[in-house]
Each structure stands twice: as structure tokens, then as C-alpha cells.
Nanobody, 127 residues
Framework: QVQLVESGGGLVQAGGSLRLSCAAS????????MGWFRQAPGKEREFVAA????????YYADSGKGRFTISRDNSKNTVYLQMNSLKPEDTAVYYC????????????????????WGQGTQVTVSS
């Protein structure tokens, strides 16, 4: 049974930083790739960042390039999303997700390819 638990969300002023964590259980690292998505009120869920646990490659949405960093701690089966220089438009519920790594390089941004999802953590950036 795969379980993903996010933490680290909160309220921060514009320009501040947060680090989100996603603790994964029931996951064999070689069988899964991980992604972060977010959903703001009234908007569709959108891709933020992703990493393939096998090769360590990372991918980012344009909105987060240069500000967000996805990383992982293999010993803890945990994926992180470090978010710097936060903007009010980053306000959303952030979700961690896991998927099969096949064709990951071509479809890492597609939420429909992800099988398992966490419950989400709220990030609010005040202006």
C-alpha cells in the first residue's frame, strides 16, 4: 500500500521560503517517479516539479524555474520541494504524487499519469 504524506505548508510573506516534504511509504524507489503539483482555488491542478528516483533527473514548470528545487533523501524515502522567492501567485494546495517511471521523460508534467497522491498541504503567500 503506497502512502504519501506531505508536510511543510503554511503562511509566508512574499519573498519568503518554504520547504515541503513528502514522505513515501510502500514505495520501491526503482519503481516510482515523484512529482509535485499544485491547485489554486478555481483553477486546474498544474505541474510544479518532478524527479525520477532512478536517474535523479529533475524537471520544473517555467513558473518555478530558478526558485523551486526538488530533491530527495533516499535514506528517508522522502522528496522535498524547496520554494524560494515566493510570490502571491504561488498560493495553492500542493500535492505530492507518484507514478510508474516508464516514459517519464516525455510525460512527467501530466497529472493523469500519476497513480498515487498525497492529501495536499496548503501554501499561502501574502503580499
Amino acid at each position: 500500500q503506497v502512502q504519501l504524506v506531505e508536510s511543510g505548508g503554511g503562511l509566508v510573506q512574499a519573498g519568503g521560503s518554504l520547504r515541503l516534504s513528502c514522505a513515501a511509504s510502500g514505495v520501491t524507489r526503482s519503481n516510482y517517479a515523484m512529482g509535485w503539483f499544485r491547485q489554486a482555488p478555481g483553477k486546474e491542478r498544474e505541474f510544479v516539479a518532478a524527479t525520477n528516483w532512478n536517474d535523479g533527473n529533475t524537471y520544473y514548470a517555467d513558473s518555478g524555474k530558478g526558485r523551486f528545487t526538488i530533491s530527495r533523501d533516499n535514506s528517508k524515502n522522502t522528496v522535498y520541494l524547496q520554494m524560494n522567492s515566493l510570490k502571491p501567485e504561488d498560493t495553492a494546495v500542493y500535492y505530492c504524487a507518484a507514478r510508474n517511471p516508464v516514459y517519464f521523460r516525455e510525460t512527467y508534467y501530466n497529472a493523469r499519469e500519476y497513480i498515487y497522491w498525497g492529501q495536499g498541504t496548503q501554501v499561502t503567500v501574502s503580499s
